[in-house]
């Protein structure tokens, strides 16, 4: 018998931790043992998880912290909220994402799929990258999705002002999450910090139903036959605890699988060019 994973005294940063597989993810790692830090932008939904963590794990060792993730300055904000409460980082969790209907502009001018769901985890992980490299082994999970199929990296238009259709550039969105983790796995190789994307499957959440079109259609019809957000967690929990996955750094899976991304997603003068562009957007130095 296989024994249980443990994480005592480990720190884990979940965004988009407040339902869905985000806040599944968090029950499970509190579980094993680690204090798990929830990040969400409305403060009711945000402490609802906690109790939710709660309720599921005795004496679950559960935090929160408050972002906008659309906002670069809340990003910042975010890592030196998490800096002054912790000292150490062993997961770091880019789970957070949207999809819009419409083109939506944010505070700094960004496009605001291609703001939240790309350089927000961008951002924050560059801020955070010192503290997981101090904390190793440790480790960085990207959510992405198998939409990056039908993605395209127009490096003419990233903020998709020529043209816009919100599931094209949310899959974009997910593509360029894969392109990032292969990116981030070159320049940690040789330390103690790995990277990888996962797919989580088509999951039955509330992602999605804020939009109007056909999207939404998709998610009423298709809704009987998705995964539960406690499914849709397995791969992240898995790659975010499992010894099984220790030292493997640069991957995309499903399943608890590694799997070829699109071909696209495995460019990487692509997957450079876009690590260039989006620490110019964010103020990274690159």
């Not at 945000?46 to 599921?56: G, L, N, P, R």
């Not at 450079?272 to 964010?282: F, H, I, N, V, Y």
């Given at each position: 018998?296989?024994?249980?994973?443990?994480?005592?005294?480990?720190?884990?940063?979940?965004t988009g931790a407040t339902g869905g597989i985000g806040l599944e993810t968090a029950k499970a790692l509190g579980r094993m043992g680690a204090t798990v830090v929830l990040v969400g932008r409305d403060p009711g939904r945000?402490?609802?998880?906690?109790?939710?963590?709660?309720?599921?794990?005795?004496?679950?060792q559960v935090d929160t912290l408050r972002a906008d993730l659309s906002s670069m300055q809340s990003v910042r904000a975010l890592a030196a909220d998490f800096r002054s409460r912790y000292s150490r980082l062993d997961v770091l969790l880019n789970n957070a994402g949207l999809i819009i209907d419409r083109r939506q502009t944010t505070v700094d001018g960004f496009e605001a799929t291609f703001a939240t769901n790309h350089l927000a985890p961008f951002l924050l992980t560059h801020l955070l990258l010192d503290l997981l490299e101090a904390s190793g082994p440790s480790r960085v999970v990207n959510v992405s999705s198998d939409a990056h199929r039908v993605g395209k990296v127009d490096f003419d238009d990233l903020q998709s002002e020529r043209s816009y259709d919100g599931f094209r550039v949310y899959a974009t969105s997910k593509l360029a999450n894969i392109l990032f983790t292969r990116a981030l796995a070159k320049r940690l190789a040789g330390t103690a910090v790995t990277t990888n994307a996962v797919h989580p499957g088509v999951v039955r959440?509330?992602?999605?139903?804020?939009?109007?079109?056909?999207?939404?259609?998709?998610?009423?019809?298709?809704?009987?036959?998705?995964?539960?957000?406690?499914?849709?967690?397995?791969?992240?929990?898995?790659?975010?605890?499992?010894?099984?996955?220790?030292?493997?750094?640069?991957?995309?899976?499903?399943?608890?699988?590694?799997?070829k991304p699109s071909a696209a997603a495995q460019d990487?003068?692509?997957?450079?060019?876009?690590?260039?562009?989006?620490?110019?957007?964010?103020?990274?130095?690159?």
């Open positions: 018998m296989r024994a249980e994973t443990r994480l005592d005294g480990k720190v884990c940063l979940i945000t402490q609802a998880a906690v109790e939710a963590v709660k309720q599921a794990v005795a004496g679950a959440t509330g992602f999605g139903h804020n939009t109007q079109g056909f999207f939404r259609w998709i998610v009423k019809l298709g809704a009987p036959f998705m995964l539960s957000a406690e499914g849709g967690a397995r791969t992240s929990i898995y790659l975010s605890s499992s010894p099984e996955v220790e030292g493997v750094s640069g991957q995309y899976f499903i399943r608890r699988r590694q799997r990487d003068v692509s997957a450079e060019r876009l690590w260039l562009e989006s620490a110019r957007l964010t103020g990274v130095t690159p």
